[in-house]
């Protein structure tokens, strides 16, 4: 071991002996103990039995200390996780608020760009939408309704997007209209002697 210290090491080892001769200072021996204990006219013979349960009381205290931080670290990181989560969602909320419709029209599945008013029965049609302030990166799930007499809903397409790549971003969703498919203003016209060719209205 070297001899030689610093001046820093010194001052360290200098502390460290007080601490230690304070500590010895304030620790008593079983003679000692034996002795306080007579002169409070109190067993000695128990002096095994209260060193046991005030290391017992000691321990319990550490353990209950330790738990407690323990619960502590829980809740900060559950805290901070439900901030998180809550953070999040009034995000994604306010971003998903501003995407709004920029264009939407009726087609057939082959588009010419017109935006249908009446259809003839059977036909597949397609509703075409341009969306504004879509979240780029993101998928969104939306739904679309096509709705018949009465305000009833005749056939509900549910769907995710693909990942959009621009602010301005297209999509579409398609319905079969049957032969029979109930629909507003219907019209009979006779073409070339043929039946009717029954046509709805949107």
Known sequence: MNNRLTQEQLGKIVGEVERLSQQRQNEVDREQMVQI???????????????????R?????????????????????????????????QQNQQTLARVAVQQDRITLTQDDGSNLTTV???????????????????????????????????????????????????????????????CRNLEGANVSGRSPTQRCQF
């Open 37 to 55: 204990l007579q002169e409070l006219n109190l067993p000695p013979e128990l002096i095994d039995e209260a060193m046991i349960q005030v290391q």
């Open 120 to 182: 003839s029965r059977p036909a597949e049609v397609v509703y075409r939408v341009t969306l504004k302030d879509a979240p780029v990166g993101k998928k969104l799930d939306l739904s679309c309704d096509w709705i018949g007499l009465g305000d009833q809903v005749l056939k509900q397409n549910r769907y995710q997007t693909k990942e959009i790549t621009t602010p301005v971003w297209n999509t579409q969703c398609r319905n079969t209209i049957a032969a029979n498919a109930p």
């Open 57 to 89: 009381r000691d321990a319990l205290a550490v353990q209950q200390r330790q738990t407690r931080r323990l619960i502590v670290g829980i809740a900060a990181c559950l805290a901070v996780a439900i901030g998180g989560i809550a953070f999040w969602s």
